[in-house]
C-alpha cells in the first residue's frame, strides 16, 4: 500500500508568516498533485508537479517535486486568513488514475 | 457547467438500513470515482470507472457496498446493511479519464451519520 504522510498535521500561524507543508512516501509516483479543501466542499486541485525536481509557483504558493518523485513541498509566503483549509498532496500511479491522497494538513491563519 | 452534483447533501439512518448515495459527473468526463473521506483514515479511493466500467474496486471495505454506473452521467454507491462505522463523507469525482496528470473535480460530498 503506497502511504504519504504529510507534516505537519495542525498548523496554526499570523497572517503574514512563511510556512512549509511536507509530503513524504516510500513510493514513486508518476506526479502528484496538492489540493485545497474548505469546510463543506470537495477538494480543488491547486498544482499537479510531474518531472523530478520540478517547481512551480501559483501566486504566494510554491511547490516542489522531489528528485526521486517520493516526496513533495508546498511554501506559502505571507499567509493570508483566505489561505485557511485542508491541504492534501495526493499521488498518481503508473498506468492509472488511481490518486492515494496524504493525511492533510489542517492550515489555520490567524488575522 | 454545474460541476459534480451528489445528492443527498445530508444523510442520517439507522443501523441496518440501505443506503444510496447517488452522482451526477461533469459531462463530458469519462471517468468517476468514490472517495470516503474521516478524521481517522482521511480521504480513501472506493471504486474508480472509466467509461461506466469499474476498473478498480479494490478500495471498497466489504460486500455491503456495491456502486454501479449505469450510464455516463449518473452513478449510485449502496450501502445495505448499514453500519454506524460506514459514518462519514461521501465523495465523488469525475475527470476527463486521462492516466497523466489527470485533474479530478470533486463534488461537495454527502454527509452519511449512521445511528
Known amino acids: 500500500t503506497q502511504l504519504l504522510e504529510q507534516s505537519p498535521q495542525f498548523l496554526s500561524i499570523q497572517e503574514g508568516e512563511n510556512l512549509t507543508v511536507y509530503c513524504n512516501s516510500s513510493?514513486?509516483?508518476?506526479?502528484l498533485q496538492w489540493y485545497r479543501q474548505e469546510p463543506g466542499e470537495g477538494p480543488v486541485l491547486l498544482v499537479t508537479?510531474?518531472?523530478?525536481?520540478e517547481v512551480k509557483k501559483l501566486k504566494r504558493l510554491t511547490f516542489q517535486f522531489g528528485d526521486a518523485r517520493k516526496d513533495s513541498s508546498l511554501h506559502i509566503t505571507a499567509a493570508q486568513p483566505g489561505d485557511t483549509g485542508l491541504y492534501l498532496c495526493?499521488?498518481?500511479?503508473?498506468?492509472?488514475?488511481?490518486?492515494?491522497f496524504g493525511t492533510g494538513t489542517r492550515l489555520t491563519i490567524i488575522p | 457547467d454545474a460541476g459534480v452534483i451528489q445528492s443527498p447533501r445530508h444523510e442520517v439512518t439507522e443501523m441496518g438500513q440501505e443506503v444510496t448515495l447517488r452522482c451526477k459527473p461533469i459531462?463530458?468526463?469519462?471517468?468517476l470515482f468514490w472517495y470516503r473521506q474521516t478524521m481517522m483514515r482521511g480521504l480513501e479511493l472506493l471504486i474508480y470507472?472509466?467509461?461506466?466500467?469499474?476498473?478498480?474496486d479494490s478500495g471498497m471495505p466489504e460486500d455491503r457496498f456495491s456502486a454501479k454506473m449505469p450510464n455516463a452521467s449518473f452513478s449510485t454507491l449502496k450501502i445495505q446493511p448499514s453500519e454506524p462505522r460506514d459514518s462519514a463523507v461521501y465523495f465523488c469525482?469525475?475527470?476527463?479519464?486521462?492516466?497523466?496528470?489527470?485533474?479530478?473535480?470533486f463534488g461537495p460530498g454527502t454527509r452519511l451519520t449512521v445511528l
Open positions: 469525482a469525475s475527470s476527463l479519464g486521462q492516466v497523466t496528470s489527470n485533474e479530478q473535480f
Open positions: 513510493s514513486v509516483f508518476s506526479s
Open positions: 508537479v510531474v518531472t523530478g525536481g
Open positions: 495526493a499521488g498518481l500511479g503508473f498506468g492509472n488514475e488511481k490518486l492515494t
Open positions: 459531462s463530458g468526463h469519462n471517468s
Open positions: 470507472f472509466n467509461n461506466n466500467v469499474p476498473i478498480d
